[in-house]
C-alpha cells in the first residue's frame, strides 16, 4: 500500500544550500519502498493510489534517513548486552557493576563490561585481573575502554586468552607480572577475539538486530558496519551479510581484513574500514610526528608498516575494490594518504573514493592529497564536542597547537572535501543528532559548519562515501524511502539539535520506529 506523509516540513537536502521545506504543507508519497513524489500535499496526493495510508506531520521535519557512516555493528551489539561502564568513578565500582552483569550470564559464559575510562578513575588505571576475579570468580570477565583501544580481563579470563608478558602491550606491574590490562591494539584486538569468539552464529545475529533496532530508534536508516577482526574466521562478516533484509536499517558492510581476496570471494566492493595504521589518543598509541605534550617518552604507536600499507593499497586497488583504513596522528594520516597518492598516481583510477576513517589530525600535505584524489573521510564530530570544550583533552594529549589542527571540519568544507559523520559507536553512541549538534555547535568557532553542511554529514555525504548516492541521501523520486521524522526544524532551532526528538524512521517504505506518545 501506498504511504503519504502530509503537512510537513519536508528538507530534501538536494541544493547545497537548502534551508528549510520545499513549501508550506510539504509532503512525500512512497510506494515499493521508494519515494514516488516529493512537493504540495496535492500533486502528491494525486499521485498516489487512493487507499494510501496518510500520515499526519503536524507541522514535523523531514529529512533523508540518516547514515552512520562509521560504527562498528558488532561490538555496538555487546555494548547494548553488557556492563556500562563509562560513569564509573572507581575500580571497585567498575568491579561492582561487573559483578552484576555476572549474576545475570550463565555460568562459565564471559561477562562482558564496555566503555570503562580507566584515565578517569580514581585509581587511574583498569582492576588488575585478581580485583576482577575476586568480583566475577565464577566466569571469565573482559572490559573495553571507551576507545576500544585497550582493555583488561580477570584470572580466568587471562588464562583463556593465552597472552603473556613481553607481548606488546600486554602490562606488567613493577615485579613484571601481568595485571591483566591490554594497552595496545594488537594484544587487545587479540585478547577480544578471544572474549567474544564463544558466541554463536545465533548470538551475534541477534546482537546485529539489537544494534539496527536500536540505530532505527535514533533516525538511521544506513550503518556502514566495520566488522570483522574480533572473531576467528569472521564469523560476524558472513553473520552480519546473511541477515540482509532481516534488520531494520541498510548496512554498508566494510570486512577489516587485509585479505583482498576473503573480500573479493564475498562479491563486496570494499575493504577494511579499522584497520589500525594507528591507535588512539588518550592510550597515547596514536601516532604523532613529535612527542605527547603529556608524556614525552612517546610518539604513539605504528601498528601496519609503511610497506605493509603500500603493498596492501597497492593490491586491493589494483582489484578494483575501494579502500578504508584506520589513521588519527598526525604522521599515520600522511602514511595513509601517501599511500594512496603512490598507488593512485601509479594506476589512476576516476573516482575511487578510498576513505581515511577519522582523518583526525591531518597535516596541510594530507589535505591537498586529499582533495586532489577525492578522498572520502568519515569523521565524528561528536568527538571534540565531547573531549575539546572546557578543560580540554586535546590540549593535554598534544597541546595547543597540535589540538587547534584536529577534526578541522570548515577547512575541508572549503576545500570541497566530501566528510561523512559517524559515532565510531560504541565509543560513542549511535546519535546523529549529536553529531550534527557537535558540527554546527563545535566548541572550536574554527571547526563550525552550517546547518546544511551538518546535515549533510549525515545524509547525503554519507551516502556518498559508500558510492550510493543515486539511491540514498537526499529526498526525490525514484530513490529508497529513507527518512527520519524529527520534532522540530534544525534550521530554526541551531542550538539545540541535539536535544531533537526522532519521532519516526522509516527504512525503505517500512516504518520501523515511531516514538512513543508521553
Request: net charge negative; charged share 25%; with cysteine.
Amino acid at each position: 500500500m501506498d504511504m503519504i506523509l502530509v503537512n510537513g516540513n519536508v528538507i530534501t537536502m538536494t541544493t547545497a544550500g537548502a534551508t528549510a521545506a520545499d513549501q508550506p504543507g510539504g509532503a512525500v508519497a512512497i510506494r515499493d519502498g521508494r519515494i514516488l513524489a516529493v512537493g504540495g500535499e496535492g500533486g502528491v496526493r494525486s499521485a498516489a493510489a487512493a487507499d494510501a495510508r496518510v500520515v499526519d506531520l503536524e507541522g514535523k521535519t523531514v529529512l533523508p534517513g540518516f547514515i552512520d557512516s562509521h560504527m562498528h555493528c558488532f561490538i555496538t551489539g555487546i555494548s547494548l548486552v553488557a556492563a556500562r561502564l563509562e560513569t564509573a568513578a572507581s575500580v571497585a565500582e567498575v568491579c561492582e557493576r561487573m559483578a552484576e552483569q555476572a549474576s545475570r550470564t550463565p555460568a562459565g559464559a564471559w561477562v562482558y563490561g564496555i566503555g570503562c575510562v580507566p584515565w578517569a578513575l580514581a585509581e587511574g588505571r583498569y582492576p588488575t585481573k585478581e580485583e576482577l576475579e575476586r568480583a566475577v570468580p565464577d566466569h571469565p570477565a573482559y572490559i573495553a575502554a571507551v576507545t576500544f583501544h585497550s582493555g583488561s580481563t580477570n584470572v580466568r579470563g587471562f588464562d583463556l586468552i593465552g597472552l603473556r608478558p613481553g607481548q606488546h602491550g600486554v602490562e606488567v606491574d613493577a615485579e613484571g607480572r601481568p595485571t591483566g590490562a591490554f594497552l595496545s591494539d594488537d594484544s587487545h584486538f587479540a585478547a577480544a577475539g578471544v572474549a567474544f569468539g564463544s558466541l554463536s552464529d545465533e548470538e551475534i545475529a541477534d546482537l546485529y538486530r539489537k544494534t539496527a533496532s536500536f540505530a532505527a530508534s535514533r533516525g538511521v536508516t544506513t550503518l556502514h558496519c566495520l566488522d570483522g577482526q574480533f572473531i576467528e574466521g569472521d564469523r560476524d562478516v558472513r553473520v552480519l551479510l546473511d541477515a540482509g533484509d532481516q534488520l531494520d536499517v541498510h548496512t554498508v558492510v566494510m570486512y577489516q581484513t587485509m585479505d583482498v581476496q576473503k573480500a573479493l570471494d564475498l562479491g563486496l566492493p570494499r575493504i577494511g574500514g579499522c584497520l589500525t595504521i594507528d591507535g588512539a589518543g588518550f592510550e597515547r598509541t596514536a601516532l604523532m610526528y613529535e612527542p605527547y605534550t603529556d608524556d614525552p617518552s612517546t610518539c604513539g604507536d605504528q601498528y601496519i608498516s609503511d610497506d605493509e600499507i603500500l603493498s596492501f593499497v597497492r593490491e586491493a586497488h589494483g582489484a578494483g575494490l575501494q579502500i578504508g583504513m584506520h589513521a588519527i596522528g598526525d604522521k599515520a594520516v600522511d602514511v595513509l594518504v601517501s599511500a594512496y597518492d603512490q598507488v593512485l598516481e601509479e594506476s589512476p583510477r576516476e573516482d575511487a573514493r578510498h576513505r581515511v576513517e577519522h582523518f583526525y589530525l591531518p597535516s596541510p600535505r594530507a589535505m591537498e592529497l586529499a582533495e586532489r584524489h577525492g578522498l572520502a573521510l568519515p569523521m565524528q564530530p561528536v568527538f571534540s564536542l565531547l573531549w575539546d570544550a572546557e578543560d580540554s583533552a586535546y590540549e593535554r594529549l598534544w597541546g595547543p597547537v597540535r589540538a587547534a589542527r584536529a577534526e578541522p571540519f570548515a577547512e575541508l568544507r572549503d576545500r570541497g572535501l566530501v566528510v561523512s559523520g559517524g559515532s565510531d559507536s560504541p565509543v560513542t553512541e549511535v546519535n546523529p543528532l549529536v553529531g550534527i549538534h557537535g558540527a554546527v555547535n563545535n566548541p572550536r568557532a574554527s571547526r563550525r559548519v552550517a546547518v546544511a553542511d551538518a546535515l549533510r554529514m549525515f545524509t547525503a555525504n554519507g551516502a556518498w562515501v559508500a558510492f550510493e548516492e543515486n539511491e540514498k541521501g537526499t529526498i526525490e523520486p525514484g530513490k529508497l524511502a529513507d527518512l527520519v521524522v524529527l520534532d522540530r526544524d534544525p534550521f530554526a532551532e541551531p542550538g539545540s539539535i541535539a536535544e531533537f526528538k526522532v519521532e519516526m524512521t522509516i527504512t525503505a517504505g517500512r516504518v520501523v520506529f515511531e516514538r512513543a506518545v508521553d
